[in-house]
């Protein structure tokens, strides 16, 4: 290839970081229509024993254009094409704000049993006790990860969850007697915030957190008044930093009839180690498609829960899945029944209640993405709690850990302990002409994601890196071997960066064309 020959140094220099990211075996890979052969098909369908009578074309209308094929050319297309993906279970992702750690596989299996894969939504719940019982233990799961006192698994993802959180707000001031009309978002907010806040009616009052990279208790006292309806705080923050003022500010926000919105989805730092309802949160949102793995990135179903206190709980989302005492099933054998003595479901059975009046409705379809909720479900199980603290100590320790490397060759804008994530920037190679997206761009031909760029937005061409627990020191060493070839080939060699990746299938994008001018058939 000729871009190769025109990198051969950059190449070398991406095989001495010992990575894999070679584009040998790669194929090229036409259309099914290009491949296609007049008659060739992909099964052997036997002789016909009755007279041949074809369809009447007035009918049918004329025959499908669709590709003839065997079943090797079908099954080495897909394989090829997903060859050309990369996804966790492939390399390492270490996009920030988004924890793209592994799912392990025994989730999918657990969703994919039939008695949950194949409920019906409509069953009625007498015949889908287990999937009520799953959703009711996974609330008070969360429940106790959370320190909060009542969950709901209807909404559909982090940004829906937010939403959720708004309309409880809303619902709870409007029971109050005075709507409020405002909240307050720090800039190191994720972006969904203040859309959601917007969506539900609210206007956003942007706070700028302080030299330290995180909230001060005067920047909020200055604009929190009763006009206001509370604060929406992402902790840890955007920039990987954990709010340490957030129960001072939550007194705060109290103090003027307003509530705290903890935007939960960077759980994945703090699980098992702080309880935001011992911070002075009310309601918080979790992503289950982030902490408690599912696969997600491509755009996939979320699960977005949120968690309350007590007081907001009559403002959940119906239906309520409750645990209700019965009596014993006057037909089962008393053997069955002695069976049954340790898991009480005897006597008790699951109910869906519809009857709250504060409730602010459903907000999905259903009971949420019932699937995410069975892998979260199997996830904390075989984590436990131990296992689930383990996950954040591992997560902040390798952030950490790539910070303190990294620190000589990147700027770090806040040099002090980072939670899950850290974050450079590219002020030390701007001089040679070099950017963030370069730098993301030839990590490319080094076998890695690019991690997340631009953002958070407060930091000027910011580097978001986020390893997860998941990855091996190993992994993480190679990581940084080879963002340190990439600062060294700033200073040396930065044209190479300029045109990179030179490695993969496709090498630089014109992403503006691509955004504007899409071509969306071959
Ligand atoms: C990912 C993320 C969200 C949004 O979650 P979605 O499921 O993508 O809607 C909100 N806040 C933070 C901090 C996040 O990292």
Redesign the pocket.
């Known amino acids: 290839m000729e871009d190769q020959n025109s990198c051969r140094g950059g190449f070398e220099n991406c095989l001495n970081a010992q990575q894999t990211a070679a584009s040998g075996l790669i194929f090229k890979e036409p259309f099914l229509w290009e491949k296609s052969r007049d008659g060739r098909c992909a099964m052997s369908i036997p002789m016909q024993d009755v007279e041949h009578s074809p369809l009447d074309p007035e009918l049918v209308g004329d025959a499908p254009n669709l590709p003839q094929l065997s079943e090797l050319d079908v099954v080495r297309h897909y394989t090829r094409l997903s060859q050309w993906n990369f996804g966790v279970d492939s390399g390492m992702y270490p996009l920030g ?3 793209m750690k592994y799912n392990p596989k025994t989730n999918e299996v657990q969703a994919s049993r039939l008695g949950f894969a194949g409920a019906h939504p409509l069953l009625d719940e007498d015949l889908c006790q287990g999937a009520l019982e799953l959703i009711y233990n996974l609330e008070q799961y969360l429940a106790e990860i959370t320190g909060m006192d009542a969950v709901t698994l209807q909404p ?7 939403l959720a959180g708004m309309l409880t707000i809303h619902a709870y001031h409007a029971k109050q007697g005075h709507q409020r009309t405002k909240i307050i978002i720090p800039d190191t ?5 203040p859309a959601s806040a917007t969506l539900c009616g609210y206007q956003s009052v942007n706070i700028h957190s302080g030299d330290n990279g995180i909230l001060t208790p005067e920047a909020v006292a200055a604009v929190m008044d009763e006009e206001t309806a509370g604060i929406m705080i ?1 902790n840890p ?2 920039l990987g930093l954990f709010e340490e003022n957030i129960k001072e500010i939550a007194q705060i926000v109290h103090a003027k009839g307003g509530l705290v919105y903890g ?4 759980l994945n730092a703090i699980m098992g180690i702080v309880k935001p309802g011992e911070l002075g949160i009310d309601v918080i ?1 979790l ?1 289950l ?2 902490t408690f793995t599912t696969p ?1 990135g491509g755009g996939g179903p ?3 829960p949120i968690a309350v206190v007590k007081a907001l709980e009559p403002f959940l989302p119906v239906p309520r899945v409750e645990k209700i005492p019965c009596s014993p099933n006057p037909n089962q054998s008393s053997k069955e029944r002695g069976n049954n003595l340790n898991n009480d479901k005897n006597s008790y059975k699951y109910t869906l209640v519809y009857d709250r009046p504060d409730s602010m409705g459903r907000l999905l379809t259903f009971h949420g993405h019932f699937g995410i909720l069975v892998r979260a479900y199997s996830y904390i199980l075989s984590m436990g709690a131990k296992g689930l603290t383990d996950v954040s100590k591992l997560a902040v320790l390798n952030a950490n850990y790539i910070k303190e490397l990294l620190k000589q060759d990147f700027y770090l804008p806040y040099d002090r302990p980072c939670m899950h994530e850290c974050v450079f920037t590219d002020k030390f190679q701007s001089d040679n002409g070099v950017t963030t997206l370069d730098m993301a761009k030839r990590i490319m031909d080094y076998g890695f994601h690019p991690p997340t760029v631009y953002f958070p937005l407060v930091v000027h061409g910011a580097i978001m890196i986020e390893p997860t627990e998941t990855e091996s020191k190993q992994t993480i060493d190679q990581f940084i071997h080879a963002f340190k070839s990439v600062a060294q080939e700033a200073k040396e060699n930065p044209e190479i960066l300029k045109s990179a990746p030179h490695l993969p299938k496709l090498s630089r994008l014109d992403e503006v064309s691509a955004a504007r001018k899409p071509v969306l058939r071959g």
Not at 189 to 193: L, S, W, Y
Request: aromatic share 0%; proline share 0%.
């Open positions: 704000s988004c924890t559909a993802a982090g940004a829906h969850g937010e907010a994720h972006g969904t915030n992402t923050n955007t935007d939960g989805a960077n949102h992503n498609h982030k997600h979320g699960s977005g």
